[in-house]
């Protein structure tokens, strides 16, 4: 994980990082947190149960890369 991770550009990680299992992301949470620069950027009430967040911008371009993001994020924590 950490030789993936010192291989990989910080906001564009490469598929070697983007493809471990749930179960490595679980274990290495704190490391990526780390060295993704990922913190607590909001409260629990921002969210609430629903647990949503809503990503917006106006690039065309940078929808298709978001787009991506979401779907890897989303299949790394096994759930919408």
Same mark, same amino acid.
């Given at each position: 994980?950490?030789?993936?991770?010192?291989?990989?550009?910080?906001?564009?990680?490469?598929?070697?990082?983007?493809?471990?299992?749930?179960?490595?992301?679980?274990?290495?949470?704190?490391?990526?947190?780390? =060295?993704?620069?990922?913190?607590?950027?909001?409260?629990?009430?921002?969210?609430?149960?629903?647990?949503?967040?809503?990503?917006?911008?106006?690039?065309?371009?940078?929808?298709?890369?978001?787009?991506?993001?979401?779907? =890897?994020?989303?299949?790394?924590?096994?759930?919408?």
């Amino acid at each position: 994980v950490v030789s993936a991770i010192k291989q990989t550009p910080d906001l564009n990680p490469t598929a070697k990082v983007r493809h471990f299992s749930q179960a490595t992301y679980a274990k290495y949470g704190a490391l990526f947190d780390k =060295n993704y620069n990922v913190e607590k950027m909001s409260p629990y009430s921002v969210f609430g149960d629903a647990q949503e967040a809503y990503v917006y911008t106006s690039s065309p371009i940078l929808k298709r890369y978001m787009y991506a993001a979401m779907q =890897n994020w989303n299949k790394a924590l096994g759930t919408k």
